[in-house]
C-alpha cells in the first residue's frame, strides 16, 4: 500500500503516515455501521490515499483534519453514510477520553487553534530556567488578568471582580491587549505597553541619550517611533568641531543596526517608525532611503506631509525646504517633483507612508501641552514626546450572533476593554521616569477591533460595500461612545488626567480619565491568538499555505469560509487546494455567488475601498487608524497617487500602500506558477506583506 509521507499529528509533531492505522479505523467505522463487508476497508484506505496525494500540495504537511476531511469524502462517494457517521462519533469518543490535547508540548486548556497554540508556545507562555514551558493558555490569562486587576486595591474596589471580568474577555477571545502585556504582566519586567515616541534633539549626546533609551524599550518588548526632523542636514555647519553634519538619514542607520542587536525582549524584532517632515532639506535622501533593498530593515518610514505642500503641489508651484537649526528656506524645490519623488518610491518599495502631520495635530486632545511630530511604528497613535500607546482590540468576529451584531455583548467588552487598559497604565513598570509622566498626565489608551473582515462576512455583507462603511461608522461610534462613558465613571471614580483643564475636553467634561480611548491597531500576533483577521483588514486569503516551526508547510483555510462552505454542502479538500493556488475565490469553480460576494479578500477589491474604510473607522476614532492598501504587481504610480490624494481628502490622519512583489523580503507571497500556492510566514495574520508587524 503506497503512504503518503508525513503527517502532522495533533500535538503538533511530524510522524510518517502509517496506512495500517487508517485500515483499522475505517475496518472499525464499517464495523461500527454493521455493514456486511468490513474488509472493503482495505479498499477504501486505498482511495484516501490515492486522494490525499493528488489534493496536498507538494512539501506540504498533511494534518489529521487534511485526512479526516478526505475520509469523509470517500465514504461519501462510496455511498457509506452511516460508516462515516460511526467513524466520527469513533474520534468524538476518543478526544473525550484523552481530554485536553497537546499541541507543541502546550496543554491546550482553553480549545485554541493551532497556529494561536504555536505562536503562544513561542512568544508568550512563560517558561523555566530549563527553557521548558510552564503555562498553559489559560494560566496565561489568569495571570495577566490578576496583574492589571490588582490595580483594583488602590482604588479600594473589588480585585477579585476586575479579575473575573477580565479573565472572562481574555479567555474568551473577546478581547486581547497588546503583546508586550500578554508577555510581561505579573513577571518582574513588568513593561506592559506596546510603543513609545522618544525625542531627538539636534545635539550628539541628545542622539545617542534617545538611542540608549530605544535599546532598553526594544529589550523590553516595546517599540519606538521618532522624528528627525529636528537634525541639521547633510553638509551643514557643525560649531564644536568646525565640521559638517552628516544629517539625519546617516543616524537613522545606525539606529537600525543597534535595533538588529538588541531583539525585542530576545522574542521578536524591534521595531521603529521614522518620520521626516516634508520641508526638512533632507527630505529626498530620507524618501529615497529605502529603495535600496536591505536599508532600515527594522524601520517603517513616513514622511510628515503639510496642507501646504498638498496645495503647492496641487496648484504647481514651489516649496521652500527649511533648515531646522537656522529656521531659514534653504532653497525651493517644484512641490509636483518632489511628490512624484515620494510616490514612485512607495510604488516602488512601500516606502515611505505618509502621515499628514496638520489633520493629526488639530484632531489630537492637548494642543496645550504639546505638538506631535510622529506616530507609533505602524502609525495607529500619534504621541507627544515619551508618550507611550496602550492598546487592546476587541474581537468583532465574535460580537455577531444570528448573522447581526449582539451590541450588548459589544457594549460589556467595550467597557472592560477600556477599564483594563486604564488599569495597564497604574500597573505597568514604566522603563524610564519621563514616560511615566507624561502617562500619567494624559493617560491615552486605545481601544480597537480585529476579526472585521469575519463579522462582515458573518452579517452578510461584502466588504466593497457602502453596507459596510454604514456598519463601519456605526461600530465606531458606538465604541468611542462606550468607551468614552466608561472614561468618565473611572474620572469620578478616580480622578481625571492631570491635563484634563488643558485639553480640548475642558469645557465639555467635568471628569475625564483618559485624554483617548480608541484607536485601530493592526493586530498581528494578537488576531493569531483570537483566530481572527487583522484589525480592519479584509481577508489577505480564503485559503493558502503557511510556513510554521523551521519551514513546514501546512495548508490553512479561514474557518469562517470553511463552515460556510460546509453549512452549503459545497467543502472539500480539493477545493480548499485549488483556492490556495490564488487565495481568492472569485474565478475558482463550484463556489456558489454567495460565497463569493462575501468572501473577497484584499486583492478583489479596488484601492479606493480600503481608503473608505480607514476613513470611515477615523471618523470615530480618537487617535488614528492603521491600514495598508494592497496593490497587485501591475498597479501604477498613479494608482498610489489616486489613494494618497483620496486620503487626504477623507481626512485620514496617514496611509500606507504595499504593492504585491516590491520587495524581495515579504510575508505573504503569490504562486506565480500554476502549481504554486500562495503562502504566508508563521506569524502572519493581515495587514502589511512587506514585512511581519510586532504590536
Given at each position: 500500500?503506497?503512504?503518503i509521507?508525513?503527517?502532522?499529528k495533533?500535538?503538533?509533531s511530524?510522524?510518517v503516515?502509517?496506512?495500517?492505522k487508517l ?7 464499517l464495523?461500527?455501521?454493521?455493514h456486511?463487508?468490513?474488509k472493503?476497508a482495505?479498499k ?6 490515492d ?8 512539501g506540504?504537511v498533511?494534518?489529521?483534519k487534511?485526512?479526516t476531511d478526505?475520509?469523509?469524502e470517500?465514504l461519501?462517494?462510496?455511498k457509506?453514510?452511516?460508516?462515516a457517521?460511526a467513524y466520527?462519533e ?17 496543554r ?6 493551532t ?9 508568550y507562555?512563560l517558561r523555566?530556567?530549563q527553557?521548558?514551558i ?6 496565561l490569562?489568569h ?5 492589571v486587576a490588582?490595580v483594583?486595591?488602590?482604588y479600594?474596589?473589588?480585585v ?6 477580565f ?5 474568551n477571545?473577546?478581547?486581547?491587549p497588546?503583546t508586550?502585556?500578554l508577555m510581561?504582566?505579573?513577571t518582574s519586567?513588568?513593561?506592559l ?8 534633539d539636534?545635539?550628539?549626546?541628545s542622539?545617542f ?5 530605544a535599546?532598553?524599550i526594544h529589550?523590553s518588548g516595546?517599540g519606538t517611533?521618532?522624528s528627525?526632523g529636528?537634525?541639521?542636514p547633510?553638509?551643514d ?5 568646525q ?11 545606525i ?5 538588529d542587536v538588541?531583539?525585542q525582549?530576545g ?5 521603529n517608525?521614522?518620520v ?11 524618501i529615497?532611503?529605502k529603495?535600496r533593498e536591505g536599508m ?8 510628515a ?7 503647492a ?5 514651489e516649496f521652500?525646504l ?5 529656521k531659514?528656506?534653504?532653497r525651493?524645490?517644484?512641490?509636483k517633483?518632489?511628490?512624484a519623488?515620494l ?5 516602488e518599495c512601500?516606502?515611505p507612508?505618509i ?12 494642543p496645550?501641552?504639546g ?7 505602524c502609525?495607529e497613535?500619534p ?5 507611550p500607546c ?5 474581537n ?5 450572533k ?8 459589544l ?7 477600556t477599564?483594563?487598559l486604564?488599569?495597564v ?5 514604566w522603563?524610564?521616569p ?7 498626565a494624559?493617560?491615552?489608551?486605545g481601544?480597537?477591533v480585529m ?5 462582515l462576512a458573518k452579517c452578510?455583507?461584502?466588504?466593497d ?6 456598519l463601519?461608522e456605526?461600530?465606531?461610534k458606538?465604541i468611542q461612545?462606550?468607551?468614552?462613558k466608561?472614561?468618565?465613571e473611572?474620572?469620578e ?11 480640548v475636553y ?5 471628569f ?12 498581528g500576533?494578537?488576531s493569531?491568538?483570537a483566530d481572527s483577521?487583522?484589525g480592519?483588514e479584509?481577508?489577505?486569503a480564503?485559503?493558502?499555505v503557511r ?5 513546514t508547510?501546512l495548508?490553512?483555510?479561514n474557518?469562517?469560509f470553511e463552515?460556510?462552505?460546509?453549512e452549503r454542502?459545497?467543502y472539500?479538500k480539493q477545493l480548499m487546494?485549488?483556492?490556495?493556488k490564488?487565495?481568492?475565490v472569485?474565478s475558482v469553480?463550484?463556489?456558489p455567488a ?7 479578500t484584499?486583492f478583489d ?7 473608505k474604510?480607514q476613513?470611515?473607522?477615523q ?8 491600514k495598508?492598501v ?11 497617487e ?10 485620514c ?6 504593492r ?5 523580503e ?5 504562486g506565480?506558477?500554476?502549481q504554486?500556492?500562495?503562502t504566508?510566514?508563521e506569524e502572519?495574520?493581515?495587514?502589511c ?7
Amino acid at each position: 500500500m503506497a503512504k503518503i509521507v508525513q503527517i502532522r499529528k495533533k500535538d503538533g509533531s511530524i510522524a510518517v503516515f502509517e496506512a495500517q492505522k487508517l485500515e483499522k479505523s475505517l475496518e472499525n467505522a464499517l464495523i461500527s455501521a454493521r455493514h456486511k463487508n468490513p474488509k472493503l476497508a482495505k479498499k477504501l484506505a486505498q482511495q484516501v490515499i490515492d486522494t490525499l496525494e493528488k489534493q496536498i500540495p507538494k512539501g506540504v504537511v498533511a494534518t489529521v483534519k487534511d485526512v479526516t476531511d478526505v475520509i469523509l469524502e470517500v465514504l461519501a462517494k462510496n455511498k457509506l453514510p452511516q460508516a462515516a457517521k460511526a467513524y466520527l462519533e469513533h474520534r468524538k469518543t476518543h478526544k473525550e477520553a484523552v481530554g485536553f490535547r497537546t499541541v507543541y508540548g502546550v496543554r491546550d486548556d482553553l480549545g485554541m487553534s493551532t497556529n494561536a497554540i504555536i505562536v503562544l508556545a513561542k512568544r508568550y507562555l512563560l517558561r523555566n530556567e530549563q527553557n521548558a514551558i510552564i503555562e498553559t493558555p489559560s494560566r496565561l490569562f489568569h495571570r495577566v488578568a490578576k496583574a492589571v486587576a490588582a490595580v483594583e486595591a488602590t482604588y479600594s474596589k473589588s480585585v477579585k471582580k476586575a479579575e473575573e471580568e477580565f479573565y472572562d474577555v481574555l479567555s474568551n477571545l473577546h478581547f486581547l491587549p497588546n503583546t508586550p502585556t500578554l508577555m510581561n504582566a505579573g513577571t518582574s519586567l513588568g513593561q506592559l505597553s506596546a510603543c513609545f515616541v522618544l525625542p531627538i534633539d539636534d545635539d550628539l549626546r541628545s542622539i545617542f541619550h534617545t538611542l540608549e533609551n530605544a535599546m532598553m524599550i526594544h529589550q523590553s518588548g516595546g517599540g519606538t517611533g521618532f522624528s528627525f526632523g529636528r537634525l541639521r542636514p547633510k553638509g551643514d555647519r557643525v560649531r564644536s568641531t568646525q565640521g559638517v553634519a552628516s544629517g539625519p538619514v546617516s543616524y537613522m542607520t545606525i539606529f537600525d543596526k543597534a535595533t538588529d542587536v538588541i531583539k525585542q525582549g530576545g522574542k521578536r524584532r524591534g521595531a521603529n517608525m521614522g518620520v521626516m517632515p516634508i520641508d526638512h532639506p533632507d527630505i529626498e535622501e530620507f524618501i529615497a532611503a529605502k529603495r535600496r533593498e536591505g536599508m532600515l530593515t527594522n524601520f517603517n518610514i513616513s514622511v510628515a506631509v503639510t496642507d501646504k505642500f498638498i496645495d503647492a503641489v496641487a496648484k504647481d508651484q514651489e516649496f521652500e525646504l527649511v533648515n531646522p537649526r537656522t529656521k531659514q528656506a534653504v532653497r525651493k524645490v517644484k512641490a509636483k517633483e518632489l511628490w512624484a519623488q515620494l510616490v514612485n518610491a512607495a510604488w516602488e518599495c512601500g516606502d515611505p507612508g505618509i502621515i499628514f502631520i496638520d489633520e493629526i495635530n488639530r484632531k489630537q486632545p492637548t494642543p496645550q501641552v504639546g505638538q506631535i511630530e510622529t506616530t507609533n511604528p505602524c502609525g495607529e497613535v500619534p504621541l507627544l514626546p515619551y508618550e507611550p500607546c496602550n492598546l487592546g482590540s476587541i474581537n468583532l468576529a465574535r460580537m455577531v450572533k444570528n448573522g447581526k451584531l449582539h451590541w450588548d455583548k459589544l457594549k460589556h467588552t467595550v467597557r472592560v476593554g477600556t477599564h483594563f487598559l486604564d488599569n495597564v497604565i497604574d500597573a505597568n513598570k514604566w522603563p524610564m521616569p519621563e514616560i511615566e509622566q507624561v502617562a500619567k498626565a494624559n493617560r491615552k489608551i486605545g481601544l480597537g477591533v480585529m476579526g472585521w473582515a469575519e463579522c462582515l462576512a458573518k452579517c452578510g455583507i461584502r466588504y466593497d460595500s457602502d453596507k459596510a462603511l454604514e456598519l463601519a461608522e456605526k461600530i465606531a461610534k458606538f465604541i468611542q461612545d462606550e468607551s468614552r462613558k466608561k472614561s468618565v465613571e473611572l474620572g469620578e471614580e478616580r480622578g481625571s488626567f492631570p491635563n484634563l483643564p488643558r485639553s480640548v475636553y475642558a469645557k465639555k467634561y467635568k471628569f475625564l480619565r483618559n485624554a483617548t480611548t480608541t484607536s485601530i491597531a493592526p493586530t498581528g500576533t494578537i488576531s493569531i491568538i483570537a483566530d481572527s483577521t487583522s484589525g480592519i483588514e479584509p481577508f489577505f486569503a480564503v485559503s493558502f499555505v503557511r510556513d510554521v516551526m523551521s519551514g513546514t508547510k501546512l495548508l490553512e483555510a479561514n474557518k469562517y469560509f470553511e463552515s460556510f462552505a460546509r453549512e452549503r454542502g459545497f467543502y472539500s479538500k480539493q477545493l480548499m487546494v485549488k483556492i490556495a493556488k490564488q487565495g481568492s475565490v472569485q474565478s475558482v469553480a463550484g463556489i456558489p455567488a454567495e460565497a463569493k460576494k462575501l468572501f473577497v479578500t484584499s486583492f478583489d477589491i479596488k484601492p479606493d475601498w480600503h481608503v473608505k474604510h480607514q476613513a470611515a473607522w477615523q471618523k470615530f476614532s480618537d487617535n488614528a487608524v492603521s491600514k495598508t492598501v494592497n496593490l497587485p504587481n501591475n498597479a501604477k504610480p498613479q494608482d498610489v497617487e489616486a489613494i494618497y490624494k483620496l486620503a487626504h481628502k477623507l481626512k485620514c490622519k496617514g496611509t500606507t500602500v504595499f504593492r504585491s512583489g516590491s520587495k524581495k523580503e515579504q510575508v505573504l507571497y503569490v504562486g506565480k506558477q500554476p502549481q504554486e500556492h500562495v503562502t504566508v510566514e508563521e506569524e502572519f495574520s493581515g495587514g502589511c506583506p512587506g514585512n511581519t508587524c510586532p504590536f
